[in-house]
């Protein structure tokens, strides 16, 4: 749960920015999305967008749209981590509720690739996790591109020509994992997360109970 107050049981902690970064292909969404259903102290982070609600989409789950007027004020008011123009529309990371949620001790996932990561880290270095996965193996990959079934030939031979220039980038990570088999992955990802909950400088309830501990 995401403690609202320190009046619980549990010592009140910060909340942290997860980033799963892969080539694509390599299970990223498969891991976020095992992450997401199965601990209820992450939720993934939710953009701002101008690009019009698509059918079945919800406001503040999916997106919160925004018209482009809105957008160029949220950008002049500093109010993004980071923002960007993908095909023709404005996407950004709103700092607001982030920082609401990390006060309130939630943690927040973010599936992005590494220039979004460096943004992030240059933003909100003591709040960011930053983990990466590699494939097996290129073959593995590739296999795993086409079971995905959702692009044409065409889409994976640029996939696969771009993955050997973002593995490259494997070193501006704090942890690789290597998604050999699912379970192991998603295992290990969990380790690093109660890891880093555990640090202490994110432990913001510490002081106070080591002050009574010293007490008696
Ligand atoms: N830089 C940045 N890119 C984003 C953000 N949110 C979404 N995107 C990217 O915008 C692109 C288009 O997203 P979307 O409109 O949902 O279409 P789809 O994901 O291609 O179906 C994707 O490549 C997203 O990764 C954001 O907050 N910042
Ligand atoms: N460890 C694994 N072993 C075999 N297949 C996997 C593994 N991890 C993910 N996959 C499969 O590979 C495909 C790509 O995974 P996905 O999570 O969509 O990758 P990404 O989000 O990094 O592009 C999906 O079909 C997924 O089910």
Not at 125 to 142: G, K, M, N, T
Not at 148 to 174: C, F, K, L, N, P
Not at 177 to 185: A, R, S
């Amino acid at each position: 749960m995401v403690h609202e107050s320190q009046d619980d049981d549990t010592l009140h902690r910060r909340g942290l920015m997860l980033i799963l970064s892969s080539p694509s292909g390599a299970g990223k969404t498969t891991i976020a999305r095992k992450l997401l259903a199965e601990d209820d102290e992450i939720a993934a982070s939710v953009s701002v967008t101008t690009r019009p609600m698509r059918p079945g989409e919800v406001e503040g789950k999916d997106y919160y749209f925004v018209d482009k007027a809105e957008f160029d004020r949220m950008v002049e008011a500093n109010e993004f981590y980071e923002w960007a123009v993908v095909f023709g529309n404005c996407y950004g990371t709103p700092k607001a509720h982030i920082r609401d949620r990390l006060k309130a001790g939630g943690d927040v996932l973010f599936d992005i690739d590494w220039q979004g990561t460096q943004q992030l880290y240059q933003k909100a270095q003591a709040d960011v996790v930053r983990v990466f996965i590699l494939p097996p193996s290129l073959d593995e990959l590739r296999r795993r591109l086409t079971g995905r079934g959702t692009d044409s030939a065409e889409v994976i031979a640029a996939r696969m020509d771009r993955a050997q220039a973002e593995i490259s980038h494997w070193d501006g990570y704090d942890y690789v994992v290597i998604n050999d088999e699912v379970e192991g992955c998603f295992e290990k990802v969990r380790e690093i997360l109660a890891a880093e909950r555990m640090k202490r400088t994110r432990q913001t309830g510490l002081i106070d109970f080591v002050r009574g501990l010293m007490r008696g």
